[in-house]
């Protein structure tokens, strides 16, 4: 009986799924056996379940955040002074400063460059900030282009690349359709120009296209795997390169009519495309007036687009394929089958409790400032050198790894139980945290320089570390906190006051972050911290002591203010306090520096932290979608090897 066209349709389908069955390696579970664990410099610190407050801040009331943190520093914020720290540095540290140019290379100063090496209070504060969010349970927030604050930036992530999530990109991407009598697939997506106008938005209009294969065009099989956009006349040739062509390219045809028919691209779509840092081909929108018009591979911009397009107010104009629904552009790239972002943004996947507390003021925002509505009430000063500096040899640093949150096995809560992976697309997948570096061994941190950078390296600029065992002096000034206040930024400069019935009985030996380089082991740092209450009636009525200016100090421990707001954390908290717990039993497991250089460090732990490779790992964790588990499992895992 001869087969309907339906039923083949349906077997082209099908066996185009078994083809690919290999490549969903986020689900496969035979992808995703393995007994080596990952092996990463960084780990996650939890989100809290629960947000605690500013002492001031009720949900029902109907007074003004502004009035009541007004009155809440008139009624509570008794303490001013400040507090001196020492910064010791245990590894190598680098703070970025000026770029000069010296005989053709660049190099990055330290800040305030080597005669006078500076920390900047800025650097103090982000460090602090962190892990005084953590400290107290504060929430975690979307970024605000309008106060400059936030903990993420909310966008949506691209697929890490096709094949990690065919079955995903095929129904979203791609089409069978019968030619010459035969199944075979086709691009959901339409071809077309994007134009930039003189008011800085984005249009598309549509285009037709042609796929061709090389064989018929043999003076242009030179183009074959290498990505370019070849412009004529009436067409512009795409050329897609070596992973999404199959020995053909394709031709867009030159629209009669660019002034109608165009589609409005959103601002969310466009720095969606504009966010994908992993992108390997084109980028259709780097205007820059140096790169475009040259070797074939950008738009066209200025005068040349206004008389390709013959629109006035058109600025850019590049080829693109897009996606529409509902009459919107959803997104677009370079060639038919482009990378596409998930549908979910990373704003969707915080947790239902953090949704819900969004609007909460939490202690963070009451103590530093909350940008729109008041200013912090603590400052950060310089940090200066209390000796003469010794500094480490001038280099390139091996490559300084950034966050890739598109590894969605490392970047999201996983289910240990299951070999399969939660990707950006799944509606319950949450954040994994706060993004923190392991300490790592001295040795393997005073490693620091890529010796087989190859000469001409035009990637990477020189850099020289200050030296380990230098020790930096700062101060930060407060002005009227409560004591829960001042308790909270206490205790985030001193961690080891803190007691958790979930911390294992070993005592952790805490050292803190600071600088660039923290993936190689670069900016391990100790801190040393006295406190100074000022007294301004004693200061002011009494403005001499024993023929010395009456300084005005209240001699008073530390101790005090911290239980103060621990006390009131345990109340606020409830029977969420466990979690919070577990919390900060992550964030000490991160910053002990026994780990790597204790009495007994972990055997393997220069390997542990080491970024593995995606081309150079034997056992394919990356390829395999190897999770990566909480701290003390990383810990766990890697203490048995």
């Known amino acids: 009986m001869a087969k309907t066209q339906a039923q083949r349709k349906k077997e082209y389908q099908a066996r185009m799924a078994k083809n690919n069955k290999g490549n969903q390696s986020y689900s496969s579970k035979d992808q995703q056996k393995s007994t080596e664990p990952v092996s990463v410099p960084y780990n996650f610190v939890s989100l809290p379940k629960q947000v605690i407050p500013a002492e001031f801040f009720t949900l029902d009331s109907s007074k003004d955040n502004k009035e009541l943190y007004k009155q809440h520093i008139l009624t509570n914020g008794k303490n001013s002074g400040y507090i001196d720290i020492d910064i010791l540095t245990q590894t190598p540290l680098f703070i970025g400063g000026n770029v000069v140019t010296k005989n053709g290379e660049e190099y990055q100063e330290f800040f305030g460059g080597n005669d006078n090496p500076i920390i900047p209070g800025s650097s103090i504060k982000s460090m602090i900030k962190q892990i005084l969010k953590i400290v107290t349970a504060s929430g975690f927030k979307a970024y605000d282009s309008k106060s400059g604050v936030g903990d993420f930036e909310d966008y949506r992530l691209f697929y890490r690349e096709v094949g990690s999530a065919i079955t995903d990109y095929q129904s979203k991407m791609i089409e069978s359709c019968r030619v010459n009598g035969k199944w075979t697939s086709k691009t959901k997506a339409k071809a077309g120009f994007i134009m930039k106008t003189v008011d800085h938005k984005f249009y598309v209009v549509n285009a037709d296209f042609e796929p061709l294969k090389y064989e018929k065009y043999p003076h242009l099989k030179h183009k074959n795997g290498n990505a370019s956009i070849d412009w004529e006349d009436s067409y512009v040739d795409i050329h897609t390169g070596a992973m999404a062509n199959k020995n053909s390219f394709v031709r867009i045809f030159k629209p009669r009519d660019f002034a109608n028919s165009r589609i409005l691209i959103s601002e969310e779509v466009i720095n969606n495309y504009n966010f994908d840092s992993n992108r390997n081909t084109i980028n259709l929108l780097e205007i820059d007036n140096d790169k475009v018009d040259k070797n074939g591979k950008s738009g066209k911009s200025g005068s040349v687009a206004k008389g390709y397009t013959g629109c006035l107010d058109i600025t850019y104009v590049v080829p693109c394929f897009y996606k529409i629904e509902n009459g919107k ?271 007994k460090p972990i055997e393997k732990w220069s390997e542990a932290v080491s970024m593995m490779s995606v081309d150079n790992d034997e056992h394919e964790r990356f390829k395999k979608r190897v999770k990566l588990g909480t701290p003390s499992e990383f810990i766990k895992a890697w203490s048995k090897k």
């Open 329 to 599: 552009v959803q997104h677009f790239g370079h060639g038919r089958f482009y990378r596409i972002p998930y549908d979910k943004s990373i704003g969707n996947h915080l947790s239902t409790a953090l949704k819900q507390q969004k609007d909460v003021v939490d202690l963070t925002e009451s103590i530093l400032g909350r940008s729109r509505d008041w200013a912090g009430r603590v400052s950060f000063s310089e940090a200066h050198l209390c000796n003469e500096p010794k500094w480490c040899e001038c280099g390139k640093p091996h490559p300084l790894m950034g966050p890739k949150p598109t590894s969605f096995q490392f970047y999201l809560n996983q289910n240990s139980k299951t070999d399969k992976c939660k990707n950006w697309n799944n509606d319950d997948a949450t954040i994994r945290g706060y993004k923190l570096y392991w300490h790592q061994p001295t040795k393997k941190a005073n490693s620091w320089k890529n010796i087989s950078v190859k000469e001409g390296d035009k990637l990477s600029k020189y850099i020289q570390p200050i030296d380990s065992g230098m020790t930096f002096q700062s101060r930060i000034y407060f002005d009227n906190l409560s004591d829960i206040e001042l308790g909270a930024l206490l205790l985030t400069l001193n961690l080891d006051r803190l007691e958790l019935d979930t911390v294992a009985d070993e005592k952790k030996n805490i050292s803190y972050k600071l600088g660039k380089g923290k993936s190689i082991g670069l900016g391990s740092i100790k801190l040393n911290s006295s406190l100074h209450i000022l007294d301004r009636d004693k200061r002011y009525n009494t403005l001499f002591d024993n023929n010395a200016w009456q300084l005005g100090e209240i001699d008073i421990s530390k101790d005090i203010f911290i239980d103060a707001f621990l006390k009131y954390r345990n109340n606020i908290l409830g029977e969420n306090q466990s979690s919070s717990d577990t919390m900060l039993s992550e964030l000490l497991t991160m910053m002990d520096w026994n780990l790597a250089n204790g009495q």
